[in-house]
């Protein structure tokens, strides 16, 4: 499937990372999109529409010029950065991204996405929330700190879609109620791949 001028139609939620991705990617590469707002919050996912298109009723979603329809964050991001420099020419390399994208879903989204989307957007009070969700969330960012020591990206000296994925949700951390103070190698890279994607800082 050709990406060239085909625009294709993101169906996103601005708060969600994960759909946030999507939009870092496109606009890093220049792919030209239609961005359509869809709130997880006022549950639009759930509609008998929206179910139509992703029986999983999750965003993102993306619905390309010919009709192709495909979702999931990580498989979206990789199909359009296919060829880029986003993508180790490398064989290894590209298997230690994949490496960070596998483990940026099943353990790093999994623990600081839930717990700032409970604490910032459902305002569920402490008490209400798994104790365990904070001690999973500092033992991510001590391993991506811990990692970060010595290299400037995930990868060593050069932005990739590990970086990418992996920002989406760090860089809302403080969201969580997660300081990021004592990740000091975490926060200058947030602040490298924010300049590399020209997002607006998050302070």
Not at 109 to 130: C, G, N, W
Not at 140 to 164: C, I, P, Q, W
Request: glycine share 4%; aromatic share 10%.
């Amino acid at each position: 499937m050709s990406l060239d001028n085909a625009a294709m139609t993101v169906y996103g939620d601005s708060i969600s990372g994960n759909c946030l991705k999507v939009k870092f990617v496109a606009d890093r590469l220049g792919i030209p999109y239609d961005w359509v707002e869809v709130s997880v919050l006022a549950k639009e996912t759930r509609t008998p529409e929206f179910l139509a298109m992703n029986p999983a009723g999750q965003v993102p979603v993306v619905r390309f010029a010919d009709n192709e329809v495909l979702a999931q964050s990580n498989a979206i991001i990789l199909h359009l950065a296919e060829g880029s420099d986003l993508i180790p020419a490398d064989a290894f390399e590209r298997a230690q991204m994949y490496q960070w994208l596998f483990w940026e879903q099943y353990s790093h989204e999994t623990a600081i996405a839930v717990l700032r989307f409970q604490k910032h957007y459902l305002k569920k009070p402490d008490s209400e929330i798994d104790a365990s969700l904070p001690v999973r969330c500092a033992s991510v960012l001590t391993l991506m700190n811990n990692h970060l020591a010595d290299r400037r990206y995930f990868l060593g000296e050069k932005l990739s879609l590990a970086d990418v994925a992996l920002v989406a949700y760090t860089r809302f951390a403080p969201q969580a109620g997660l300081d990021l103070a004592p990740y000091s190698h975490v926060r200058d890279w947030i602040g490298r791949v924010e300049q590399d994607l020209r997002l607006e800082t998050m302070g």
